[in-house]
């Protein structure tokens, strides 16, 4: 496992952390998980030498069966049985108080993070993982229009001389890798998440340079585009009821999806430097030293195994991630789902 500095924080992570959203049983998200493979999976990361787990308040939070843990919770059981918790690095993110994702311009401050609220959450996050202080607590969407506000600035300030949160960061809104630039000028803010795969590659044109020259961590998040981009998505495939990919990839975007990984399937045959789709699109990411870690959802061992894997692997051949410029496919898969994505002063950044 390779690691590298996140950004101006004191952390050397895993290039591939775990992305957790998917270990808790979420009957309205990622539906079919099993916490006793969850739990293997955790395990099975750190004895290959990860440190990095990504959460959030929310993961496992919706389901209509709340007697399953959320996945802060079953982080919490694994730090506790393991005794690892000084050897990782936790990262989780605040809640909007609206429960909507993005943050539209339209939207006031005090509605999304009042003080109240963000410390509410900082302490039930504690509370759930079982630990005294966050390494990296994240504002699970964001407006650049915000940078100026003095209150976010309080509380973040407030929470990390009490020793609950030892650094900052933002979980951009999908899609929208550049509405951040603002905030990040402020210098308080440590890292960056953000969407970025073979078909957004956006993030290129503004977000990596800014980080760079900045030494701003980023956190590369849906690098398998929720699973389109592991070549396992057919024509045929239907997704379970409740999962959200039956409305990621409704109607002809299942079909747009399959002739796309279809061209990027020849690629894999072309080049052997690659085995398979999944590798290809997480060595895409990890070919950015601008990156430090990508983060791709592995609740299964097997999929622990496979991800970890490619750390060792690098870099992609300047050859191939030139070729691979060719299959940006920018599009936004949640328009059109929710009304509140459809609103005028929604704007790609």
Not at 168 to 191: A, E, H, R
Request: charged share 30%; with cysteine.
């Amino acid at each position: 496992m390779k690691y590298r500095k996140l950004g101006k924080t004191n952390f050397e992570i895993a290039d591939v952390g775990i992305g957790t959203w998917q270990l808790a049983n979420d009957d309205e998200m990622w539906v079919g998980g099993d916490l006793e493979e969850s739990l293997k999976s955790l395990y099975k990361y750190v004895e290959l030498g990860g440190n990095f787990i990504d959460t959030a308040w929310v993961y496992g939070y919706f389901g209509e069966n709340q007697e399953n843990p959320t996945s802060e919770e079953l982080i919490g059981k694994y730090l506790k049985e393991s005794s690892k918790r000084d050897d990782l690095i936790i990262a989780s993110k605040v809640a909007p108080k609206n429960w909507k994702w993005p943050a539209l311009k339209s939207v006031p401050f005090e509605e999304v993070f009042p003080t109240d609220h963000v410390e509410k959450l900082v302490d039930e996050s504690l509370t759930r993982l079982g630990i005294d202080s966050i390494d990296l607590m994240q504002f699970h969407v964001w407006q650049d229009d915000w940078a100026d506000i003095d209150e976010w600035k309080k509380i973040t300030e407030k929470l990390t001389k009490e020793g609950k949160v030892k650094y900052w960061g933002i979980s951009v809104n999908d899609y929208q890798p550049s509405n951040c630039l603002k905030t990040l000028d402020t210098g308080l803010i440590s890292t960056i998440q953000f969407i970025f795969n073979i078909f957004h590659q956006k993030p290129t044109e503004k977000l990596l340079p800014y980080a760079k020259e900045n030494n701003i961590g980023l956190i590369a998040r849906v690098p398998l585009d929720e699973g389109g981009l592991s070549g396992n998505v057919t024509l045929e495939r239907v997704f379970e009821e409740g999962d959200f990919r039956r409305n990621y990839f409704a109607g002809e975007r299942q079909k747009e999806l399959v002739e796309h990984v279809n061209k990027l399937k020849e690629l894999v045959e072309k080049y052997d430097e690659v085995d398979s789709m999944v590798e290809l699109a997480v060595r895409y990411i990890l070919s950015f030293d601008e990156v430090t870690a990508v983060i791709p959802g592995m609740r299964e061992v097997r999929y622990v195994e496979q991800n970890t894997a490619f750390s060792d692997k690098g870099a992609l051949s300047k050859e191939l991630l030139e070729e691979l410029k060719n299959h940006s496919w920018e599009r936004n898969f949640y328009s059109g789902l929710d009304p509140w994505l459809e609103e005028s002063n929604y704007v790609e950044a």
